[in-house]
């Protein structure tokens, strides 16, 4: 059979589903002044444009992703009258420098809460420290176990995450100290 008529088109029903353009109901008398698909235009333009701002926007409240966590070993030496002292740190941290304790309570039954700000050549970071009695010597000395972690930073260390466990002992008006834990940066 053949489908082709005398102007050359075909007389088969219509298999061919085009998205026709649309016209606007402000303009109907627009009809053939503008290209096929031209509504479609301003959104597209729109698109370009605004997905730049969305990827940005997106992201902006992503956090970075965290250094992976390394082992540090803080050794710091405090006198007990004026509260001041040195430290030196290895591993994740690789640092020393002078140290001050902002604030200490004892709890009375044995326990201890230290704010400590610890300054070093990259900068300064604050350590809370929870210690607990755990025996005295017959010399008077008297031994600690902590729990530590980083609640602070500037410079260097505004990014520092850190916390660990430490022993330390008390002894003659000095308390040396051994914090070991681990630390990332983000």
């Known amino acids: 059979m053949n489908w082709i008529t005398r102007r050359g088109m075909t007389n088969r029903p219509n298999t061919d589903v085009r998205p026709q353009p649309v016209r606007s109901a402000r303009h109907p008398t627009a009809r053939g002044t503008r290209r ?9 333009f729109i ?55 902002v604030s200490d309570h004892l709890v009375g039954n044995g326990q201890i ?17 929870d210690g607990s009695v755990t025996g005295v010597q017959p010399d008077g000395s008297i031994d600690f176990t902590d729990l530590w972690v980083v ?26 100290e051994t914090l070991a834990g681990s630390v990332h940066f983000d």
């Open 113 to 129: 809460h230290v704010v400590r700000d610890v300054t070093g050549s990259q900068g300064t970071f604050t350590l809370r420290i």
């Open 47 to 101: 698109g370009v444009c605004l997905t730049p701002v969305l990827l940005l926007v997106g992201t902006a409240g992503t956090p970075a992703a965290a250094s992976t966590s390394v082992p540090v070993a803080i050794q710091s030496t405090v006198m007990i009258g004026p509260r001041t002292g040195t430290w030196s740190a290895s591993g994740g941290i690789n640092d020393s420098g002078t140290l001050v304790d």
């Open 36 to 44: 096929k698909g031209w509504a479609v235009r301003p959104l597209s």
């Open 151 to 176: 609640i602070a930073g500037t410079g260097g260390y505004a990014e520092l995450h850190a916390q660990g466990t430490g022993s330390a002992v008390l002894a003659h008006g000095v308390v040396t």
